[in-house]
Every structure is written in C-alpha cells, then in structure tokens.
C-alpha cells in the first residue's frame, strides 16, 4: 500500500493538543476510527494502550510510531496528528514528541502489512520530512507536507514496493 492510501486527508490532525500521552492516544484513536467508522475507537484505543505496555513506540527525535492489530480490518489505516506542545511519550533520548503517525493493521498480518509498518517507522527517520510536517500549519498543509516527500521517501525505504 503506498503512503496516499494509507494516512487519507481526513486522518491528518494538525496543532493538536494533547495533555499526556494517554490523551494523545486517545486523541488518534478517535483519528483512526473516523476513517474506519466499522471499529470503535474505544477498541482503537485498548488495543493501542495493550501495545504500548508492550514497549515504548517512540522512534525518537520528537516522534512516536504508535501502532496495533486490529480483527476488524482487512487492510492497513494509518493517521498522522501534529501536537501543539510536545508531550512525554517515555523516549529512550529523552526528548518530548510532537509527531505521532498511528498505524492499525489487520490482526492476520502478511508481507504487505509488515511493509506499511517498515514505511512508517522509514518515515519518521527522515529529517527533511520531520522538518516540513512542523513547519506545517493547518491539517491540509500538514497532509500536503507529508504527499510531498512520499515518493522520495517510499523509495529509500528498504523493504516497501
């Protein structure tokens, strides 16, 4: 799945504000479940929550990559939401995040869902891209900012078609 299919227009949130990282869980739960009306976002939520007590998924660098199975869906859906102020999100560096991609995919995984998980977490090591998702402004100049660096940055991530 390339990146236009997976994060939609209507999962990009901009200047969210986010009080914990629990809020901001919650907050992309909500995001996630907008554009898959079929799961709850109270089951978005639990299962992000099971995941992260797992281990952290803060990718550092003011980012997180939080993320989780879902029975309900067939395919990959993923949100990006852009926090107002940072929060503590347990990072190994110890810096605050303010760029959290979500990401939900089917409970039965197979290669193509590995490959979205890998084009993500690719994603987020981008410095050029981390730079123009906080310089974005609006959750229309956030998604376009993340369209714009998506086929340079598809290509460069090992492992995703």
Known sequence: MNLEQLIKPDS??????????KHCLEILSELLSTTNPEVANEEIF???VERERLGCTCLDKGSAFPHCRIEAIGQSSGALIK????????????EFVD??????????M???????????AGLLTDEVLRTKLREARSSRDLHAALMSCATRCESEVPGTP
């Open 46 to 48: 639990s299962r992000l």
């Open 99 to 108: 760029l959290v991609f979500g990401l939900m995919v089917p409970a039965a």
């Open 83 to 94: 926090l107002s102020s940072p929060i503590d999100f347990d990072s190994t560096d110890g």
């Open 12 to 21: 990009v949130l901009c200047n969210a504000h986010a009080r914990s990282k």
């Open 110 to 120: 197979d290669e193509s869902h590995y490959a979205d998980t890998r084009l993500i």
